[in-house]
């Protein structure tokens, strides 16, 4: 520990971080690959669902906002880092640090609760990406069998409901999530990446072609509307999971607000392209992911096919990090000859219970929206504000009540959306379970009833 702020300020880490370290560039390419997974492919529903004026603005803002949050909660690892004297520190590390180091006893005996809740979060948050994940590739696969357009729960010919498909693809995501080192995906997930960029090009050809009017396009919506976009747009932006391991992988960790900024201007642009120009494209006949909404020919058949396999992939990446962090906690239960055998049957066991959740909630956007909201409100506004505050709460020069009420006002729209739009999104969820279907209709995938077509003898 640092005895004094003079000792703390002095104090260099670099020489603690051995191995191979990355340089600003591959930094900011880390970071925007975090952020930019498959939630970027259904910002076009979130444009559609709440109106392209509010999105575009409120694109631009949560951006920033999520940018500033992440600046200061890195700052506030750094520090702590430079204070405890170690060479880096996860997210969970820098939380529990942050509450353990304050010299209040009573705010200090919650450090290990305040980890545990930011392990909370974090496993949902990315447990529940992964069934988003697992419905993403079941719509693709299901389009792609019954080779239509229209994308309803129900089999069209006679092929089964969509949940069906959930179930079947359950053993092909327990194989892949068994694998235990993460270097045999990585490759895979830089592919991913570049299938994404190529879908976010083909977006933009759509958007000139089916739309160079840019006609049709809906204003604004109600508000409810808007928080529903909300939940989506910080799940489509947010990069909570990785800010903190590229910044401990970074060769001059004190040049990371380079990253931060530049990363964030990458990912505020590339989630507008991908969104606007989506809904531009095929305006109130969103689909996500994106690739639903091409047409059914040759070339985007492929592409349809390449965004299932390397979603699939990505699921597994996903995967690794909350895995790793539940079976933190399991591991010491067994004995060292049983924990590798242990291992694969968690992996195997947390898998079915993702799937099972995407059987019960079969709606991508409406999952999307809810962890947004539930989740990434705590990881992306409340908890950076709230780490920065007990980590230089006691510096000198640093007035506390500005501090605190900086705090105070930036995490309120974290609380506002954690209550409100967690409600809404979650509203939406319990509304794709139990929506009754009234006899002759059929019900999309995000929950909304449609009639179903006539009989051919009917209509001729």
């Known amino acids: 520990m640092s005895r004094t702020l003079a000792e703390e300020e002095a104090y260099d880490v670099r020489p603690l971080r051995k191995g191979v370290r990355s340089g600003i560039l591959f930094s900011i390419m880390n970071l925007a690959k975090g952020a930019l997974g498959g939630g970027v492919l259904a910002g076009h529903v979130a444009y559609m669902t709440a109106g392209y004026l509010p999105a575009i603005i409120l694109n631009l803002i949560y951006g920033v906002y999520m940018c500033f949050n992440f600046y200061i909660l890195v700052l506030s690892a750094q520090r702590l880092c430079r204070r405890c004297h170690v060479a880096s520190m996860t997210y969970p590390d820098v939380g529990e640090a942050a509450f353990a180091l304050f010299p209040n006893p009573k705010v200090a005996r919650w450090s290990t609760c305040y980890r545990k809740w930011i392990d909370v979060i974090t496993c949902l948050n990315l447990f529940g990406s992964c ?18 357009q229209e994308s309803i729960l129900e089999g069209r010919h006679g092929l089964p409901h969509l949940r069906a498909y959930i179930a079947f693809m359950i053993v092909p995501f327990i194989i892949i999530c068994l694998i235990t080192e993460i270097k045999y995906l990585a490759p895979f997930s830089i592919a991913a990446n570049v299938v994404i960029a190529l879908a976010i090009i083909i977006t933009c050809v759509y958007a000139h072609k089916n739309n160079p009017g840019f006609e049709n396009m809906v204003v604004a919506n109600s508000f409810m509307d808007v928080i529903k976009y909300t939940g989506m747009a910080v ?24 990253v931060l900024f530049t990363g964030y201007i990458f990912i505020i642009g590339a989630v507008f392209l991908a969104s606007f120009f989506g809904y531009v494209a ?14 059914l020919t040759m070339g985007p058949k492929v592409l349809k096919g390449f965004i299932a396999v390397m979603i699939y992939v990505t699921h597994a990446v996903n995967f690794f990090m909350p895995f790793n962090c539940v079976f933190f906690y399991l591991k010491p239960k067994f004995k060292p000859e049983k924990q590798y055998k242990m291992e694969l049957l968690f992996r195997a066991i947390i898998v079915i219970i993702i799937s099972l959740v995407a059987i019960a909630f079969p709606s991508v956007d409406a999952l999307m ?18 780490i920065y505050v007990l980590v230089h709460y006691e510096r000198p020069g640093k007035n506390k009540k500005w501090l605190i009420w900086r705090a105070v006002l930036l995490s309120l729209f974290g609380v506002f959306i ?26 999309t995938e995000a929950g909304a009833v449609v009639a179903e077509p006539p009989p051919a003898e009917e209509a001729t």
């Open 131 to 148: 069934a988003a994940y697992q419905l993403m590739v079941a719509k693709t696969i299901k389009q792609l069998a019954e080779d239509t």
């Open 235 to 258: 799940f489509s932006m947010s990069c909570a999971g990785v800010v903190i391991p590229v910044e401990n992988n970074m060769k001059e960790p004190n040049k990371f607000g380079i």
């Open 282 to 295: 095929f305006l109130d006949k969103c689909e996500s992911p994106i690739t639903m909404n091409f047409p």
């Open 369 to 386: 929206g809810f962890l947004g909201c539930f989740c990434l409100s705590n990881m992306a506004f409340i908890c950076p504000n709230t």
């Open 418 to 443: 954690l209550f409100c739009g967690s409600f809404v999104s979650g509203k939406d969820l319990v509304f794709t379970v139990f929506k009754k279907k009234p006899e002759g209709t059929t019900t």
